[in-house]
């Protein structure tokens, strides 16, 4: 079974509209470390927001934020007023707090964002 | 500075030949990743060093072999490449390889090319 599911595998946005990317994840770890990356067609992964298991409140950065639904296994990547500049692979990344082990991380399968002028 | 550099950043080369592939931090970072990037594909794992020793080896091919001079250089030698290894290949390093907080930082990636 997929531990991170990203159902949308390309997403279309108007400039300067808001757009939400879907994340779910399967563990049984209480506790937990969700991610999400950006990858623009140059082919860095550049780290966007984290959020973690037992925050209690959700992350922002700029104009990212994180939806975590914790109940659903939710963690949503909000980006708001989008600029041209957004257009990339999205993905979301989860690690495990598995004890005795290293704590690799798992990607989703990515989405593809692409923002119209 | 959250900067890891890679070079070099496109490579071609022939089923015989023998090349390397660098990854730098200056983050005092001591756990090191390598990932394989096929388009349109999440990063896979290949190779995680912590405190400059191997620390997991997800199953790659022996024409793959990691080594880890010191603390801030990693390098991946590449002999005997199959067309199938074409893909970008991606550094990463992390405060540390355990911690569910661990963020991964990335460098530019590395487009291998065999022919």
């Known amino acids: 079974a997929q531990k991170i599911t990203q159902t949308q595998p390309g997403m279309f946005v108007q400039e300067k509209e808001a757009v939400t990317l879907d994340c779910t994840y399967d563990?049984?770890?209480?506790?937990?470390?969700l991610f999400w990356y950006k990858q623009p067609s140059s082919g860095e992964m550049i780290f966007l927001i984290y959020?973690?298991?037992?925050?209690?409140q959700n992350a922002t950065e700029g104009r990212y934020s994180l939806n975590f639904q914790k109940a659903r296994k939710s963690a949503n990547l909000v980006i708001s007023a989008s600029q041209l500049g957004d257009s990339a692979m999205y993905f979301c990344?989860?690690?495990?707090?598995?004890?005795?082990?290293?704590?690799?991380?798992?990607f989703g399968r990515g989405t593809s964002l692409i923002v119209h002028p | 500075d959250t900067e890891v550099t890679q070079t070099p950043k496109h490579l071609v080369m022939g089923m015989t030949n023998k090349k390397s592939l660098k990854c730098e931090q200056h983050?005092?970072?001591?756990?090191m990743y390598w990932y394989k990037q096929k388009a349109k594909k999440p990063p896979e794992l290949m190779f995680v060093?912590?405190?400059?020793?191997?620390?997991i080896n997800e199953s790659v091919p022996s024409r793959f072999s990691p080594e880890c001079p010191n603390s801030s250089l990693l390098n991946l030698h590449l002999h005997a490449l199959q067309p199938e290894d074409s893909a970008l290949y991606l550094c990463?390093?992390?405060?540390?390889?355990?911690?569910?907080?661990?963020?991964?930082?990335f460098g530019p990636g590395t487009r291998l090319l065999v022919l």
């Open positions: 959020q973690g298991s037992y925050d209690q």
């Open positions: 990344a989860m690690r495990e707090g598995i004890s005795g082990g290293s704590y690799i991380p798992t």
């Open positions: 990463a390093s992390s405060q540390e390889d355990s911690g569910i907080k661990e963020t991964q930082y």
């Open positions: 983050m005092g970072h001591r756990a």
């Open positions: 060093y912590s405190y400059e020793k191997l620390s």
């Open positions: 563990t049984s770890d209480p506790s937990y470390g």
